[in-house]
């Protein structure tokens, strides 16, 4: 049975156009953010990822690793959202 080309690529998430260049964007995140970003399922942008842990930072009076766990919470909920595409 041959399968799509394009098999993995398929999500119901919205897809957006990257500006600038992103490594030179991903070089300039604090470290912390650049070390969950390497391990995460999704591909996050640095600008939203970066507004995202700013966010999260601010929730957790600066704790980083509770930060971390946030966007963890908020990579799952968008998982969960494209779940029915994957099965």
Do not use: I, K
């Not at 999500?11 to 953010?33: H, I, K, N, V, Y």
């Not at 930072?57 to 509770?66: E, F, I, Y």
């Amino acid at each position: 049975m041959m399968r799509r080309r394009d098999s993995n690529t398929r999500s119901g998430l919205r897809r957006r156009r990257r500006r600038g260049d992103p490594m030179a964007a991903f070089d300039q995140l604090p470290t912390e953010l650049r070390h969950w970003l390497a391990q995460a399922a999704l591909p996050w942008s640095p600008c939203s990822a970066l507004r995202l842990w700013r966010r999260a930072l601010r929730a957790n009076g600066g704790d980083a690793a509770a930060a971390a766990g946030y966007l963890s919470q908020v990579e799952c909920r968008q998982l969960a959202r494209d779940a029915d595409v994957w099965g």
